[in-house]
């Protein structure tokens, strides 16, 4: 998924930039370590967030993880399809966003990685 807009952290969540718009989910590497996901729980619309703050859970037959937010901002929307088939993650994780942030502080994308940083960062795992 080579995409300039593209971020990834090191919990393993990427965001797609779209403007001041923030698009959320995560990655392949998460939702394969994970296993059958089960479970989501979402942050409330409205809510705002900081950088690499805790603001939902993802469950797994495996184990519960939480989900952290890659920059500042408020959360827009949810992805509502989530709560019925939170299975679809592990099909399609990076067609599968969990939320959409506005973005606070477009200078946060410096402590994110592009897709070269991140699968060098995976591979050291």
Known sequence: ???KEVLYTKEH???KFEGKIGKVGITDYAQSSLGDIV?????????KVKQFETCGTIESIKAASDIFSPISGKIIEVNENLKEAPEIINKSPYESWLFKIEVEDEKEKE???NEVEYQQYIKNL
């Open 1 to 3: 998924m080579e995409n």
């Open 13 to 15: 969540e990427w965001i």
């Open 39 to 47: 479970f989501v729980e979402l942050p409330e619309v409205g809510r």
């Open 111 to 113: 402590n994110l990685m």
